[in-house]
């Protein structure tokens, strides 16, 4: 991941140059290799990079060859190798990075570049000719990006990968849309993103296809292999993160065995076949947790069962409690559910960056898709079960996907999610729901699992059956249940009952209804005082009229409590 950060059309730019660098450096964190600016006309973009691929000549902002386009990008473009054949000399590339197709797609297709384009991205990207700037999201919102206002300066147009970039000179921030294009010349925002599930009321009836499940994943494992320094995968002994992480692990002997063939680029290619990445011999695995955590006992079977170096990392309660401020600035909400889930992450991410990687597969998005989380089995229908996950990936990049950016981020370390590759989801959410519904005869993610299980195969087992077959744990259950009984005995110190019973006037509306929502939200108050930063926040709950727990931990849900009873 990198940091942007730009304005476009600012009354004196050169003057507020310094400005735009300090705010860019606000989020260096996320790009601690090197920092570039590009400055034409009245518009700035700044640039705070994370080199992975493209390593000696990708510094942004990129430009084209006479510098009258220029592109700040913070993501990866897994199909860039693809797209340079297909160009072929049509454009002269300066660089190997992968970011740089951006620019000749954008001269051929225009704002609809967006569309031809394979992977997790925010862009900003200017135009000097036109005097226009385009930005855009990729389609799920796995890259983190917003867009303000100052009315200081009227006419100008800010965005940034991180909203503390904005808050100090915008009066009007909004988190910018996934799946979306800005164009200033009609100062509109328009979406692009237009698959065949977007609508939740189409209730798809696609047959179930386990071998298909099967292939597209790995084939979405395999593109974010694309790297040219050391990657590992973030394992917590679940169902997800041990299916990408035994994945990780076959294609990364597989891409060591093959023969480069004088290929220069790092990518995969038109047969799907992956170049040029970079590993260690064997496969790097993360986990943490609390001492005797559940995760930590599943990861350890997992990652002797696939044959990864693993790296076993435990905090104490206290430690999670000191970084909760930080987690919260660099995260940027006061959501419950996230802020549970993101500290163990973000103390893991540290103890990832400190042993030199840069890059960790993640299991984010299996659960929206598929309706793993336990409370879809409260689902009355199909069509119910249908529309949930529909929206629950809409809202992604609000919750599992902000946490995954932000939480190693703020260590400079990358995180990629092949459940939200377009082609499976394109594939999973055509499903017929009916099969993914969780029942007496089916634990959820059933089909998944299915996909995955060899029984009767004359092919090696992903995972053991254990694991392949283990009820789902919430991320921030799975690391030691005491972590959420922990928060919830502090913010009972921490906040009164007098200071509960009167929340603060400028919350309106948005009151916290517990004291440990009411903690985060001071917290977040201290980093971002005005409401339209608190304006960028959702909350994650599950469906109360499915008859949900108010609280989002998955222990609380009836199933989770029988098998444990069990």
Known sequence: MCGIFACHHHPDVISFKPKALQLAKLIRHRGPDWSGNFVKNKTIIAHERLAIVGLESGAQPLTNEDDTLALGVNGEIYNHVVIRHQLGSSYKFKTQSDCEVIIPLYQKYDIDCPNHLDGMFAFVLYDAVKDRMIAARDPIGITSLYMGRASTCPGAVFFASEMKSLSEVCDDIMTFPPGHVYDSTSDKITRYFKPSWWDENRIPSSPLDYMAIRTTLEAAVRKRLMAEVPYGVLLSGGLDSSLIASIAARETLKAQSMDLNGESLTGVDEKGNLSGAASWPRLHSYAVGLPGAPDLVAARKVAKFIGTVHHEHTFTLQ??????????????????????????????????????VKMVLSGEGSDEIFGGYLYFGAAPSRDDFHKETVLRVKNLHLADCLRANKSTCAWGLEARVPFLDKSFLELVMNIDPAEKMITKDRIEKYILRKAFDTTGEDTKPYLPDEILWRQKEQFSDGVGYSWIDCLKDTAEKFVSDEDFAKPKPEWGDDVPTTKEAYWY????????????????????????????????SGRYVKSHLSAVDQ
């Open 521 to 552: 939200r001071c917290m977040f108050d201290e980093h971002f005082s005005s409401k339209t930063c608190a304006d960028t926040v959702m909350r994650w709950i599950p469906k109360a009229d499915w008859g949900c727990a108010e609280d989002p």
């Open 319 to 356: 430690e999670g409690l000191d970084a909760l401020s930080d987690v919260i600035y660099h995260l940027e909400t006061f959501d419950v559910t996230t802020i549970r889930a993101s500290t163990p992450m973000y103390l893991l991410s540290r103890k990832i960056k400190a042993q030199g």
